[in-house]
């Protein structure tokens, strides 16, 4: 008996050893045991100790988690999908749907907005931090992760998505700050570069003598060079790419007297960039789990994405899942393999690529964000569009076919696009750019019928006619291209400039805001306060609306004002604006006077 | 209670038989077939027989702790399981059947509570029953560390505490040493004087023949025979004569005498001291050398333990116990009495022996003759001598014979 | 008595000197601290005093309840195998006796270690509580301001350090309606023709159908079942809600609002009547009939996920009625309130007097486990004891789970494997308890109170109506009885006393 048993053992002790090399062969283990002990003693621990009740108490947990959702009690959900994740760490379905049910199921069962972000972020982080590590080539759960970022934050579907899109905008802004504008990509792309350029390790760091030099005075604070030191830098540094106009006014506590002045030296700023960099890249890597490289690879292809836009994040995900899990390189990579995440990420760059986040006094995590259309994308999606189309006429012989005929599935989703593109760029004061988009249509992608005869003016208008109300994304676009157009006319001197290009924006608003005025999710606004934020925004931080408007026309476009809106917008103004004045050397009473009812301070 | 004592019998058994059936119901083994015993108040009964003979089971059925398949026990008068009658008995298993885990003091109190007794007297008895056993240096210590000696000890203390009517003892001496198996003895016979009934089992024979006033043999679950000492170990077709030592003109002339009266001699020689006797008297002898905490006490008797009247008992008692550290030496006399308890007899104590067991009309009289000098010459058998050198040599004394 | 207290007094003591009690006692306090401190819940300060409370109360629970199984059973046994037992019962104590200290000597370990544990349990819970929440954090750190309201504090204060008693809506009052459309019915056909379609569609057979129909008692009975089909029917249509309707709920014996505002919570859960939308907007609209009316909450929610919202207390009114309306704002959807899915909360006690019925609750289980390990240990070796307790333990404990998946089909017809399991589990129970019926943990969890009357029950007996699957007998006598659990422990200690009694407790030597 005992020798059979101690036979039996030893085989199977031998067979494990094998199984073990083939799982590693065949790609079922991604970390080797040794790694995960060495790394999580925890679920080796779990993969071990339930021995043949790990199966049953899989059962339990998940009937359990389930139950418990149903009753509206997610105290233990988080610790309970953790650990049914943890005992199936190589079974990506599991990752996949537990990720899912927390950010789509649960999040919407609950009722508040830290709640709901939560939920969103709990689902995020299971998937990124948890899910990817054990199963870092699996291209399932990248798609989850990428679905996230793009569905449920990126689209409107969810009351709360708002919340999403500006937690997220919150976050990043911390970790990046706002990216330079320009009206080439090249100014975000280079700042970015600097990023992923970073030394990746503290010692690689400090082979530079004057980062080692700031580092030694941080760490002098008790400060690292890692998340704490953003704080700081965000807080005092006066950076208007992270630091609200808010913070500014305030000065630092006596206590961190000493490090806001590390944080504003300017003899130390080359030092103090560099260490930026490198914390900025090393929160990247270490907390979201993102390639600064591959980040930089997308600006370069696709265009300048402002990380502070979910979509960005979509499409980061689900183009390096194709990278892991297939090997495909960016070129590769075409609009047919993402489902609909990469290609609409991008599709949504182009009507929301601009990010403004204004200080939330209530809620700082939650900044105001406003997000305005990038034309710069435009010529990706294009290009994607055609990549995509191309490969689908291609013949089988391999010659390329006819992009118009009806293998082209994506040609209608391709020329709507265009059309869409054409009207924002044609609203937004791009005449140029749409004209080419529209030579596009009718020459790259043969469009036929009578529409495209017109020339652009009216083929716009034609569109306009047609389409109808627009949708929230294309309104916005609308309504902010067209306010936009208004206000440069206006500064211009052109009066009837302004007038179209504002009835523009008040036709759209209107038919827009009708559409949408019962679903509480869109919560539309008024076009008073449209036009009022618009405003201040031009006058405050023109490049949000792809603008650089020289302090005097500043002055000339606020005079132009009628003395209501002036009344209305003085007081948001007048202080940031008193402040370029002194620094310009410009009488501020005399360029931007009080308004009638409002006395001059 | 006196009328118990008295007139009744204090165990009755009728017709008691007991057959042990498997799980299936199936009869088994017949351990103890149509037994009828009557115990009677105030004598010390032996149950004797080799083990597996049914004593243990009959000692059972007479607690309660087996129910009888045909026929009836009553003690004193009344069922075994009831709870009146349990209040009298003390029993000793065969076994040390006591929680590993308490001391002898818990061990004790615990027994003492169920018998209800209220604290201060439970505390008082314990004190004296530990002394009585010497195991006071020990009281503290877990019974699981005890060594098998000390755990009969401590059962016969555990047996003692609500001062029965009557005591059964299952292998009383079983794991003893000589020395206390004497002890034990003795404790036996001073109960059984104070008036107690004591019901004891063994397959020693030497632990019965010096304590029982009746003995019952039993075999194969029936009892074979039953009587007093006297009558079943006395050997009517022999006489022995002690003398001083005869010169071999003497022997020739006694045997001559003897021949003349066609009597034929079986043989004639030198008495040969019991091996049992010569170690308790060598051990005692010693003892009184080397006093160790525990053994000097012991064997005096909790004072608890009811005779009639307490003051004589204590007397008695003193006396008894004056006899180890008294002993004398050994000479080459032939000693008259291997019973080292036995003190050189003081008129004073005799008297008030004699009065006492006048007075409680207790069987002392008889005790005193079944007692110990002219018995001791007749343990010849050899089942006993054997049983204990076995027990104390391990096979190595068979020179001492 | 005195006797029964020696034998409790020394399983007490032989209690704390066995080794499997102190590794036990090792065990809880590893895990109850472990899980006090590890544990974060869902990230807010509520989530983690539940997560904490869950684990720990059930853990207890369960270390708890095998250390009793361990314990009663080891000790009964050892008794009878070592034949300690030959010289305590050989001492004036009777077998009931032996038995009764035995298993008071095990409860009232229990009982000690239960209030110990649960004593920590309420220590490190008050101590996760003085914890700062989220938004508590931040405003130390200046980063965020305050808020007036701190959702995740108001939940830790009223949704678990309370005691809150659930109330069930009233039954829809539809008498009136009921006897309205009997009428209308009556007047548009007349009572014959009615009872006349009735019973045709019933019997196919036109000649039968007649035949019924000419029997004055068959009339008779038709006619009650046409008033209960509609009374169905009525019942089922107040419960349901087509866009833009309102389904009426009334609760009655709430405690009417007073000075120490009482807290107020309605729990719910919607069902969308064939259809497969997953988020209903709706709004909640309450109504005080001496007092004022609160405003309409507008709230979108998931499908069959359970969710709640404070109320204004203020809306009870002064005979403690409150009146609840859903108005279903999904366009295109029927929403269903099936009875029991709406519930309102109000605060009657305290979180402290509810842990002490909690533990209550624990120590009646535990007062079981050991009744039965006793029952068993008198007659059964120490594994087999184990095992027969454990069983009996995992089945009371997943009694519900067992009890459903054996219900007999309602829609199609049992098949002889679903009759013989369904009696078979209903024959188990009859026996063995119910032991999860009411949990101490969830209650704690959810700060629900549990009610004298809960305790009563699950002590002693519970009187109710019987239900659609109690038996014939039980239909007639119009109450159905269900012993309690502590009834239960009573009549398992008699069993086993009476099975020790007639027990030899030595054998052939």
């Given amino acids: 008996m005992l020798i059979v048993a101690g036979v039996a053992l030893t085989g199977a002790a031998m067979l494990s050893g094998s199984i073990e090399s083939q799982r590693v062969r065949l790609k079922l283990l991604t970390v080797t045991s040794d790694e995960s002990i060495a790394k999580n003693p ?188 953003l704080n700081y830098y965000n807080r005092y540094s006066g950076d208007s790419s992270v630091s609200p106009p808010e913070w500014l006014a305030n000065e630092p506590s006596e206590k961190d007297k000493p490090i806001a002045g590390l944080m504003r030296s300017v003899e130390l700023s080359d030092a103090r960039a560099k260490v930026l960099a490198f914390v900025r890249r090393k929160v990247l890597v270490e907390k979201y789990r993102m390639d600064p490289n591959w980040m930089l690879e997308l600006m370069e292809r696709y265009g300048p994405m402002d990380w502070r836009n979910v979509n960005s994040h979509a499409i980061y995900w689900a183009t390096l899942g194709l990278h892991k899990a297939e090997g495909k390189g960016l070129a590769g990579i075409n609009a047919l393999n993402t489902d609909r995440t990469f290609l609409g990420g991008l599709k949504s760059l182009t009507r929301t690529g601009q990010v403004y986040c204004t200080y939330n006094q209530d809620n700082p995590e939650e900044p105001y964000v406003d997000f305005l259309p990038d034309w710069r994308f435009v010529e990706a999606v294009h290009r994607e569009y055609l990549k995509g189309g191309k490969i689908l006429v291609r ?36 005449e140029k750019r749409a004209e080419y988009y529209y030579s596009e249509i009718k020459n790259t992608l043969k469009a036929k019928g009578a529409i495209y005869k017109l020339d652009l003016h009216a083929f716009v208008r034609e569109k306009r006619r047609q389409a109808g109300v627009p949708s929230t994304e294309m309104s916005n676009a609308l309504i902010g291209g067209a306010l936009r157009r208004a206000y440069r006319a206006l500064a211009g001197g052109n009066h009837d400039g302004y007038r179209r290009g504002r009835a523009l924006a008040r036709r759209v608003h209107r038919a827009y805001y009708k559409d949408v005025a019962g679903k509480a999710r869109f919560k539309p606004q008024s076009f008073r306060k449209i036009e009022r934020d618009f405003l201040i925004r031009m006058l405050l931080q023109p490049r949000a609306v792809g603008l650089i408007i020289p302090l005097i026309t500043k002055a000339k476009l606020y005079n132009a004002l009628s003395p209501t809106m002036q009344q209305e917008i003085y007081p948001l103004i007048a202080e940031r604006l008193r402040q370029q004045c002194q620094t310009e050397r410009i009488n501020f009473n005399k360029a931007f006077p009080a308004p009638m009812s409002v006395s001059s301070p | 209670m006196s009328a118990d004592k008295n007139n009744d019998d204090v165990v009755r058994t009728t017709g008691l038989t007991k057959v042990f059936r498997d799980f299936w119901l199936r009869e088994k083994v017949t351990a103890v077939q149509s037994l009828d015993l009557n115990i009677r108040s105030g004598e010390v009964y032996g149950l004797l027989g080799p083990n597996g003979s049914g004593k243990s089971t ?51 109190d615990y027994y003492g509570r169920l018998f209800g007794q209220p604290r201060k007297e439970r505390k008082r008895r314990i004190g004296m029953l530990l002394d009585m056993v010497g195991l006071t240096g020990s009281a503290y210590r877990r019974i699981g560390e005890y060594s098998k000696g000390m755990q009969r000890r401590i059962g016969m203390a555990q047996a003692l505490i609500n001062d029965p009517d009557l005591l059964i003892l299952d292998e009383p001496t079983s794991g003893m040493d000589p020395l206390a198996a004497r002890q034990f003895k003795d404790l036996i016979t001073e109960l059984s004087r104070r008036g107690k009934t004591l019901i004891l089992s063994s397959h020693l024979l030497a ?185 104390l040599t391990h096979g190595d004394g068979s020179e001492d014979r | 008595m005195r006797n029964i207290w020696a034998v409790t007094r020394q399983t007490f003591i032989q209690c704390l000197r066995t080794r499997i009690m102190v590794v036990f006692c090792v065990l809880l306090v590893v895990c109850v601290l472990g899980i006090g401190f590890k544990m974060t819940g869902d990230g807010t300060l509520k989530g983690r005093i539940q997560t904490f409370l869950s684990y720990s109360i059930s853990l207890t629970q369960l270390l708890l309840c095998l250390i009793t199984i361990f314990l009663t059973t080891g000790i009964i046994t050892a008794d009878i195998r070592h034949k300690y037992v030959f010289t305590v019962v050989s001492k004036p104590l009777a077998r009931w006796q032996y038995v009764l200290g035995r298993w008071c000597g095990v409860v009232g370990m229990m009982g000690l270690l239960l209030v110990m544990a649960l004593g920590s349990i309420y220590l490190l819970s008050q101590h996760i509580r003085k914890q700062p929440t989220r938004i508590e954090r931040k405003s130390v750190s200046s980063l965020m301001q305050r808020k007036k309201m701190d959702p995740d504090r108001l939940g830790v204060e009223n949704e678990i350090f309370a005691a809150r008693e659930t109330y069930l809506p009233e039954p829809p009052n539809i008498e009136k309606t009921l006897q309205q459309k ?204 184990c095992l027969a307790v454990m069983m009996i333990f995992t089945t009371g404990m997943a009694s519900g789970f067992i009890q459903d998946a054996t219900r007999l089909p309602k829609k199609t017809e049992p098949s002889t494997f679903e009759y013989f399991s369904h009696y078979l589990v209903k024959g188990i129970f009859v026996a063995v308890p119910t032991l999860s019926r009411t949990s101490a943990s969830d209650s704690l969890v959810d700060g629900e109170y549990i009610a004298p009357k809960t305790l009563l029950r699950e002590y002693l007996v519970t009187f109710k109506q019987p239900g659609t699957d109690s038996g014939r007998f039980w239909q007639t006598m119009g109450l159905e009885i269900q012993a309690g659990i502590g009834l239960r422990t009573l009549l398992t200690l008699v069993i086993g006393w009476l099975i020790f009694r007639r027990r030899e407790l030595a054998g052939i030597n």
């Fill in chain 1, 42 to 229: 925890r679920t080796v621990l779990l993969q071990v100790a339930p021995g043949g009740l790990r199966a049953p108490m899989l059962t339990y947990l998940w009937l359990r988690s389930q139950q418990l959702k149903e009753d509206g009690k997610f105290f233990d959900a988080q610790q309970l999908r953790d650990l049914i994740c943890d005992l199936s760490p190589h079974f990506p379905g599991v990752w996949s749907f537990h990720a899912w049910d927390m950010a789509w199921n649960i999040s919407v069962a609950t009722h508040t907005p830290d709640e709901r972000w939560m939920w969103v972020s709990n689902g995020i982080r299971l998937l990124r931090d948890r899910g990817l590590y054990y199963n870092p080539d699996n291209l399932l759960l990248y798609k989850e992760l990428a679905w996230i970022y793009f569905s449920k934050m990126g689209q409107y579907t969810d009351d709360m998505h708002m919340v999403y899109k500006r937690r997220w905008a919150g976050e990043m802004n911390h970790v990046l700050g706002a990216p330079p504008f320009s009206d080439t990509p090249d100014a975000a792309i280079e700042a970015f570069r600097l990023i992923a350029d970073a030394p990746k390790t503290l010692a690689n760091l400090e082979k530079d003598a004057s980062s080692a030099d700031f580092v030694k005075r941080l760490a002098g604070f008790d400060v690292k060079p890692d998340g704490a030191f």
């Fill in chain 1, 395 to 430: 013949k089988p012989s391999g010659e390329p076919g006819d992009i118009n005929s009806n293998k082209n599935v994506l040609l209608n989703g391709h020329m709507t696009y265009l059309s869409n593109a054409i009207q924002q760029m044609y609203f937004g004061g791009h």
């Fill in chain 2, 58 to 108: 009959t000692l059972k059925m007479i607690l309660g702790l087996l129910y009888p398949t045909r026929g009836r026990v009553t003690v004193f008068g009344a069922s075994p399981s009831d709870v009146r009658t349990k209040a009298r008995i003390g029993f000793l298993p065969e076994e040390s059947y006591l929680y590993p885990f308490l001391d002898a003091n818990e061990t004790l």
């Fill in chain 2, 207 to 391: 632990d019965t023949e010096d304590v029982c006033d009746r003995v019952g043999i039993l075999f194969a679950g029936q009892l074979r025979t039953e009587g007093t000492l006297e009558d079943l170990l006395s050997q009517a077709s022999l006489t022995q004569i002690v003398t001083e030592r005869l010169d071999d003109a003497t022997r020739d002339a006694v045997r001559r005498v003897l021949a003349k009266s066609d009597t034929q001699v079986i043989s004639i020689e030198s008495p040969k001291d019991k091996l049992e006797a010569l170690f308790l008297r060598i051990v005692r002898q010693a003892q009184t050398r080397y006093r160790t905490a525990d053994s000097v006490k012991t064997g005096e008797v909790a004072q608890f333990l009811r005779a009639s009247p307490e003051e004589t008992g204590r007397k008695v008692i003193e006396e008894l116990l004056a006899g180890p550290e008294t002993v004398t030496p050994v000479t080459d006399k032939p000693p008259p009495s291997p019973l080292p308890s036995q003190p050189k007899p003081d008129s004073g104590v005799i008297a008030e022996l004699m009065s006492e067991a006048e007075e409680a009309k207790s069987p002392l009289p008889q005790s005193e003759a079944t007692r110990p000098t002219p018995k001791i010459e007749r343990r010849t058998d050899e089942a006993v001598d054997r049983s204990v050198i076995d027990e």
């Fill in chain 3, 182 to 385: 009997i009428k209308q019915l009556i007047e548009e056909k007349g009572k014959d023709n009615l009872i006349r379609d009735y019973i045709k569609k019933m019997v196919p057979d036109e000649a039968k159908a007649e035949k019924v129909f000419d029997h004055p008692k068959m009339r008779q009975k038709a006619f009650r079942e046409i008033e209960l089909v509609l009374r169905e029917q009525i019942t089922e249509e107040a419960r349901q809600a087509q866009t833009g309707k309102a389904i009426g709920l009334t609760f009655t014996g709430l405690k009417p609002a007073s000075a120490d505002e009482s807290l107020l919570q309605i729990r719910y859960k919607l069902n969308p009547f064939k259809s497969s939308k997953t988020t209903l907007a709706g709004a909640w609209q309450i109504v005080n009939p001496d007092g004022p009316t609160g405003p309409p909450q507008y709230r979108s929610d998931s499908a069959k996920m359970t969710s709640s919202f404070m109320l204004d207390p203020r809306l009870v009114s002064k005979e403690g009625r409150l009146t609840v309306f859903y108005i279903n704002l999904q366009p295109g959807t029927i929403v269903k309130i099936q009875p029991g899915d709406v519930v309102v909360l109000q605060r009657v006690g305290s979180f402290e007097s509810n842990l002490v019925r909690a533990g209550l609750l624990i120590l009646l289980r535990l007062m079981f486990l050991a009744a039965v390990s006793v029952l068993f240990g008198v007659f059964l070796s120490f594994p087999i004891t």
